[in-house]
């Protein structure tokens, strides 16, 4: 993981790894989201604080969900003529989706964080009923604790990110760009995002070195 991006007085950029190694670059693209950087890595100089204040505001989607995925021997519920899709506001266990495939009957859950694998099954069951009792596997993994998705700047339970114009800029002379999905001006958030946001800088950073190579 990175720990610090230094911009020189020559222009280059200096990225200081957790084992101590360094990496030198000419410019430098941040595609991690923006309370990560904010909490994980030290800029110098600075970034300015108007854009500070919108990173740390900034909401990581899905940062503090908990997904799980339960595989059945039968996909019950299509013999139901159920679409497995169910929603709940009551249970820890809250949205529920037909994930299965040609080889795999399962259902994928969204969750609140912290939350097991038996508080799934058996919110589950007071959805669909007793068919949902013996699932052959439970996969489940709580984002809120993934090091690389989640901050220790609480992100609540809070909508899709949203920021301004301010964050889409490049800093440090045109070195320095956030390329994440949090701060797309389209689906922000989303791996849509993610790769709008990816073209735009690639496209941007592109023209700009082609100017400043015309200049030499």
Request: hydrophobic residues 40%.
């Given at each position: 993981?990175?720990?610090?991006?230094?911009?020189?007085?020559?222009?280059s950029i200096?990225?200081?790894?957790?084992?101590?190694?360094?990496?030198?670059a000419?410019?430098?693209?941040?595609?991690?989201?923006?309370?990560?950087?904010?909490?994980?890595?030290?800029?110098?100089?600075?970034l300015p604080?108007s854009?500070i204040e919108?990173?740390?505001k900034?909401?990581t989607?899905m940062?503090s969900t908990?997904?799980?995925?339960?595989?059945?021997?039968?996909?019950?519920?299509?013999?139901?003529?159920?679409?497995?899709?169910?929603?709940?506001?009551?249970?820890?266990?809250?949205?529920?989706?037909?994930?299965?495939s040609?080889?795999?009957?399962?259902?994928?859950?969204?969750?609140?964080?912290?939350?097991?694998?038996?508080?799934?099954?058996d919110?589950?069951?007071?959805?669909?009923?007793s068919?949902?009792?013996?699932?052959?596997?439970?996969?489940?993994?709580d984002?809120?604790?993934?090091?690389?998705?989640?901050s220790?700047?609480?992100d609540g339970?809070?909508?899709?990110?949203?920021v301004?114009?301010?964050?889409?800029?490049a800093?440090?002379?045109g070195?320095?760009?956030l390329?994440?999905?949090?701060?797309?001006?389209t689906?922000?958030?989303?791996?849509?995002?993610?790769?709008t946001?990816?073209?735009?800088?690639?496209?941007q950073?592109?023209?700009l070195?082609?100017?400043?190579?015309?200049k030499s």
């Open positions: 993981p990175v720990t610090s991006i230094n911009y020189n007085d020559d222009k200096t990225v200081k790894l957790h084992d101590h190694h360094s990496i030198m000419d410019y430098v693209v941040l595609a991690l989201p923006p309370k990560l950087l904010i909490s994980t890595v030290q800029l110098t100089p600075m604080s854009l919108q990173l740390k900034c909401v989607w940062a908990c997904k799980a995925v339960l595989v059945y021997e039968r996909a019950w519920w299509r013999e139901k003529k159920l679409s497995g899709f169910a929603v709940s506001r009551q249970l820890k266990a809250q949205e529920w989706h037909d994930a299965s040609a080889t795999c009957n399962a259902l994928f859950v969204f969750c609140l964080a912290n939350t097991t694998k038996q508080q799934v099954i919110a589950t069951i007071k959805i669909f009923g068919d949902a009792e013996n699932p052959t596997a439970v996969y489940i993994t984002w809120s604790n993934e090091a690389f998705t989640s220790s700047i609480n339970r809070g909508g899709h990110p949203h301004t114009d301010v964050c889409r800029q800093y440090w002379n070195r320095l760009w390329s994440s999905s949090e701060v797309s001006d689906d922000s958030g989303f791996l849509e995002g993610a790769v946001r990816g073209i735009q800088v690639a496209d950073l592109a023209e070195m082609f100017k400043e190579k015309t």
